[in-house]
Protein backbone atom coordinates (compact mmCIF):
# COMPACT_ATOMS: atom_id res chain seq x y z
CA UNK A 1 0.00 0.00 0.00
CA UNK A 2 1.47 3.38 -1.39
CA UNK A 3 -0.52 6.52 0.84
CA UNK A 4 0.25 10.04 -0.08
CA UNK A 5 -0.63 12.58 2.46
CA UNK A 6 -1.07 16.37 1.96
CA UNK A 7 -2.81 19.18 3.47
CA UNK A 8 -4.34 22.38 2.47
CA UNK A 9 -5.78 25.26 4.05
CA UNK A 10 -6.86 29.11 3.25
CA UNK A 11 -6.90 30.14 6.73
CA UNK A 12 -6.63 29.08 10.33
CA UNK A 13 -10.52 28.31 10.55
CA UNK A 14 -10.03 25.46 9.10
CA UNK A 15 -7.24 22.27 8.99
CA UNK A 16 -8.27 19.96 5.92
CA UNK A 17 -6.04 16.47 5.36
CA UNK A 18 -5.85 14.38 2.13
CA UNK A 19 -4.62 11.26 1.63
CA UNK A 20 -4.51 9.51 -1.72
CA UNK A 21 -4.39 5.85 -0.92
CA UNK A 22 -2.92 2.94 -3.98
CA UNK A 23 -3.64 -0.46 -2.65
CA UNK A 24 -1.71 -2.33 -5.63
CA UNK A 25 1.66 -1.85 -7.52
CA UNK A 26 -0.27 -2.47 -10.48
CA UNK A 27 -2.57 0.71 -9.93
CA UNK A 28 0.42 2.79 -8.54
CA UNK A 29 2.43 2.55 -12.01
CA UNK A 30 -0.59 2.60 -14.17
CA UNK A 31 -1.43 6.10 -12.29
CA UNK A 32 1.62 7.37 -12.54
CA UNK A 33 2.39 6.07 -16.17
CA UNK A 34 -1.09 7.79 -17.14
CA UNK A 35 -0.20 10.90 -15.62
CA UNK A 36 2.77 11.08 -17.85
CA UNK A 37 1.08 10.51 -20.83
CA UNK A 38 -1.63 12.61 -19.85
CA UNK A 39 1.22 15.63 -19.54
CA UNK A 40 2.83 14.65 -22.64
CA UNK A 41 -0.38 14.85 -24.51
CA UNK A 42 -0.87 18.78 -23.24
CA UNK A 43 2.71 19.75 -24.03
CA UNK A 44 2.97 20.32 -20.24
CA UNK A 45 6.52 20.13 -20.22
CA UNK A 46 9.33 22.77 -19.51
CA UNK A 47 12.06 23.56 -21.96
CA UNK A 48 14.13 20.92 -20.80
CA UNK A 49 11.88 18.49 -21.09
CA UNK A 50 10.85 18.03 -17.62
CA UNK A 51 7.05 17.56 -16.64
CA UNK A 52 5.42 20.22 -15.07
CA UNK A 53 3.66 20.44 -11.72
CA UNK A 54 -0.25 20.70 -11.59
CA UNK A 55 -1.62 21.76 -8.82
CA UNK A 56 -4.76 23.19 -7.30
CA UNK A 57 -3.11 26.89 -7.01
CA UNK A 58 -1.64 26.57 -10.27
CA UNK A 59 -5.24 25.87 -11.86
CA UNK A 60 -5.53 29.68 -13.48
CA UNK A 61 -5.95 28.91 -17.11
CA UNK A 62 -8.05 27.09 -19.62
CA UNK A 63 -5.55 24.62 -20.03
CA UNK A 64 -4.03 23.78 -16.68
CA UNK A 65 -7.92 23.21 -15.81
CA UNK A 66 -8.33 20.59 -18.80
CA UNK A 67 -5.07 19.29 -17.43
CA UNK A 68 -6.57 19.06 -14.27
CA UNK A 69 -9.85 17.49 -15.12
CA UNK A 70 -8.15 14.98 -17.33
CA UNK A 71 -6.30 13.77 -14.00
CA UNK A 72 -9.72 13.52 -12.13
CA UNK A 73 -10.53 11.44 -14.95
CA UNK A 74 -7.68 9.20 -14.27
CA UNK A 75 -7.84 8.51 -10.76
CA UNK A 76 -12.05 7.76 -11.09
CA UNK A 77 -10.74 5.14 -13.69
CA UNK A 78 -8.17 3.94 -11.32
CA UNK A 79 -9.26 0.42 -10.66
CA UNK A 80 -8.39 0.03 -6.76
CA UNK A 81 -6.99 3.98 -5.60
CA UNK A 82 -9.12 6.02 -3.18
CA UNK A 83 -8.90 9.23 -1.57
CA UNK A 84 -10.24 10.40 2.15
CA UNK A 85 -9.99 13.82 3.50
CA UNK A 86 -11.09 15.65 6.65
CA UNK A 87 -12.09 18.30 7.86
CA UNK A 88 -11.37 20.50 11.43
CA UNK A 89 -12.26 23.30 12.74
CA UNK A 90 -9.00 25.31 13.55
CA UNK A 91 -8.49 28.34 15.70
CA UNK A 92 -6.35 29.65 18.27
CA UNK A 93 -9.08 28.77 21.32
CA UNK A 94 -9.12 25.23 20.01
CA UNK A 95 -5.60 24.75 20.21
CA UNK A 96 -5.37 26.02 23.86
CA UNK A 97 -7.57 23.91 24.88
CA UNK A 98 -5.68 20.79 23.47
CA UNK A 99 -4.04 17.89 26.04
CA UNK A 100 -4.30 17.81 29.52
CA UNK A 101 -0.68 18.60 30.80
CA UNK A 102 -0.26 22.81 31.51
CA UNK A 103 2.18 25.10 30.26
CA UNK A 104 2.43 22.97 26.30
CA UNK A 105 3.93 25.18 23.78
CA UNK A 106 1.49 26.11 20.91
CA UNK A 107 3.69 24.69 18.23
CA UNK A 108 3.75 21.41 20.28
CA UNK A 109 -0.49 21.41 20.70
CA UNK A 110 -0.03 21.63 16.64
CA UNK A 111 1.61 18.51 16.37
CA UNK A 112 -0.94 17.04 18.86
CA UNK A 113 -3.32 17.63 16.53
CA UNK A 114 -1.88 17.10 13.41
CA UNK A 115 -0.81 13.91 14.44
CA UNK A 116 -3.86 12.78 15.71
CA UNK A 117 -6.32 13.66 13.07
CA UNK A 118 -3.38 12.33 11.07
CA UNK A 119 -2.99 8.63 11.84
CA UNK A 120 -6.61 8.72 12.24
CA UNK A 121 -7.67 9.63 8.96
CA UNK A 122 -5.24 6.82 7.82
CA UNK A 123 -5.75 4.01 10.49
CA UNK A 124 -9.63 4.29 9.78
CA UNK A 125 -9.48 3.41 6.18
CA UNK A 126 -6.45 0.57 5.72
CA UNK A 127 -7.69 -1.53 7.90
CA UNK A 128 -4.74 -5.07 8.64
CA UNK A 129 -2.23 -3.27 5.76
CA UNK A 130 1.29 -3.50 7.31
CA UNK A 131 4.74 -2.00 5.81
CA UNK A 132 3.21 0.33 3.30
CA UNK A 133 4.98 3.19 2.71
CA UNK A 134 3.60 7.05 3.69
CA UNK A 135 5.11 9.94 1.58
CA UNK A 136 4.17 13.46 2.41
CA UNK A 137 4.39 16.86 0.40
CA UNK A 138 7.86 18.19 1.95
CA UNK A 139 6.38 22.01 1.37
CA UNK A 140 3.65 21.25 4.16
CA UNK A 141 3.17 22.81 7.52
CA UNK A 142 3.13 19.50 9.09
CA UNK A 143 6.66 19.27 9.47
CA UNK A 144 9.21 19.77 12.73
CA UNK A 145 7.73 20.65 15.96
CA UNK A 146 7.48 16.72 16.98
CA UNK A 147 5.31 15.99 13.94
CA UNK A 148 7.76 13.28 12.72
CA UNK A 149 8.44 11.58 15.59
CA UNK A 150 4.91 10.99 16.58
CA UNK A 151 3.81 10.32 13.13
CA UNK A 152 6.63 7.59 13.16
CA UNK A 153 5.85 6.27 16.44
CA UNK A 154 1.91 6.05 15.49
CA UNK A 155 2.47 4.27 12.39
CA UNK A 156 5.90 3.15 11.58
CA UNK A 157 7.99 2.14 14.88
CA UNK A 158 7.73 -1.27 15.38
CA UNK A 159 7.04 -4.83 13.49
CA UNK A 160 3.69 -4.65 13.21
CA UNK A 161 3.87 -1.10 11.99
CA UNK A 162 1.36 -0.11 9.29
CA UNK A 163 4.27 1.73 7.43
CA UNK A 164 8.08 0.48 6.85
CA UNK A 165 8.88 3.66 5.25
CA UNK A 166 7.85 7.30 6.37
CA UNK A 167 9.08 10.16 4.49
CA UNK A 168 8.96 13.40 2.24
CA UNK A 169 9.17 14.01 -1.35
CA UNK A 170 9.29 17.01 -3.85
CA UNK A 171 5.45 16.61 -5.46
CA UNK A 172 7.73 18.77 -8.46
CA UNK A 173 9.76 15.40 -9.14
CA UNK A 174 8.64 13.50 -11.58
CA UNK A 175 8.95 9.98 -9.76
CA UNK A 176 6.31 11.55 -7.00
CA UNK A 177 3.90 13.79 -9.21
CA UNK A 178 1.47 10.99 -8.43
CA UNK A 179 0.95 13.11 -5.19
CA UNK A 180 -0.25 16.15 -7.26
CA UNK A 181 -3.44 14.24 -7.42
CA UNK A 182 -3.92 14.21 -3.93
CA UNK A 183 -3.58 18.41 -4.12
CA UNK A 184 -6.10 18.86 -6.93
CA UNK A 185 -8.53 16.28 -5.07
CA UNK A 186 -7.88 18.29 -1.65
CA UNK A 187 -8.20 21.21 -3.58
CA UNK A 188 -11.67 20.79 -4.39
CA UNK A 189 -12.82 21.03 -0.82
CA UNK A 190 -10.82 23.79 -0.20
CA UNK A 191 -12.43 25.38 -2.75
CA UNK A 192 -15.86 24.52 -1.54
CA UNK A 193 -15.40 26.19 1.48
CA UNK A 194 -13.70 29.33 0.15
CA UNK A 195 -14.28 29.59 -3.72
CA UNK A 196 -12.67 32.41 -5.66
CA UNK A 197 -14.47 35.33 -6.60
CA UNK A 198 -15.31 35.95 -10.33
CA UNK A 199 -15.84 32.57 -11.68
CA UNK A 200 -12.13 31.00 -11.43
CA UNK A 201 -11.04 27.98 -13.17
CA UNK A 202 -10.85 26.58 -9.91
CA UNK A 203 -14.47 26.55 -8.69
CA UNK A 204 -15.11 25.35 -12.47
CA UNK A 205 -12.60 22.17 -11.17
CA UNK A 206 -14.28 21.81 -8.20
CA UNK A 207 -17.54 21.62 -9.67
CA UNK A 208 -15.74 19.16 -12.12
CA UNK A 209 -15.15 17.00 -8.99
CA UNK A 210 -18.46 17.27 -7.61
CA UNK A 211 -20.20 16.13 -10.75
CA UNK A 212 -17.44 12.90 -11.80
CA UNK A 213 -18.48 11.52 -8.33
CA UNK A 214 -21.92 12.61 -7.60
CA UNK A 215 -21.43 14.34 -4.48
CA UNK A 216 -23.94 17.48 -3.50
CA UNK A 217 -21.48 19.32 -1.69
CA UNK A 218 -18.27 19.16 0.02
CA UNK A 219 -19.41 21.08 3.22
CA UNK A 220 -20.11 18.73 6.32
CA UNK A 221 -23.73 19.95 5.87
CA UNK A 222 -23.83 16.47 3.79
CA UNK A 223 -21.10 14.67 5.02
CA UNK A 224 -22.49 14.41 8.36
CA UNK A 225 -25.66 13.20 7.39
CA UNK A 226 -23.78 9.88 6.64
CA UNK A 227 -22.26 7.71 8.36
CA UNK A 228 -18.55 6.96 7.61
CA UNK A 229 -20.03 2.63 6.84
CA UNK A 230 -22.67 4.80 4.36
CA UNK A 231 -20.13 7.37 2.75
CA UNK A 232 -17.54 4.39 1.78
CA UNK A 233 -20.02 2.63 0.42
CA UNK A 234 -21.80 5.43 -1.57
CA UNK A 235 -18.86 7.21 -2.34
CA UNK A 236 -16.00 4.99 -2.52
CA UNK A 237 -13.57 6.50 -4.54
CA UNK A 238 -14.25 9.80 -2.69
CA UNK A 239 -15.29 10.95 0.40
CA UNK A 240 -14.61 13.30 3.40
CA UNK A 241 -15.29 13.04 7.49
CA UNK A 242 -15.82 16.41 9.47
CA UNK A 243 -14.49 15.75 13.06
CA UNK A 244 -13.87 18.12 15.76
CA UNK A 245 -10.86 18.97 17.40
CA UNK A 246 -9.69 15.95 19.87
CA UNK A 247 -9.60 18.43 23.15
CA UNK A 248 -8.79 15.48 25.80
CA UNK A 249 -5.71 13.76 24.40
CA UNK A 250 -1.91 14.17 25.29
CA UNK A 251 1.45 13.91 23.68
Known amino acids: MLVYFDESYASKA ?8 IPSNSDKKWLHNSFKELKIKHNFITKDNKL ?3 KYNSITTLK ?5 QETIDLFFNSSDCYFRGCVIPYS ?3 LDKIGRQQGIPRKIKEAMLYTHSTVR ?14 LMDEITRATGDRFNEMVRAKLGSNQNSIFKHIGYVKSSE ?10 LLLGSVLNEYYPCANGSYKNEF ?16 Y ?10 EKHSKFNIRCWGVPYKFSI
Open 64 to 68: KLKIA
Open 14 to 21: KLMLGALF
Open 206 to 221: REYVKHKFKIPSLKEN
Open 121 to 134: LIQNNIPGVKNGVL
Open 52 to 54: KEI
Open 223 to 232: WKTLTKAQAD
Open 174 to 183: ERNHTIQICD
Open 92 to 94: EDQ
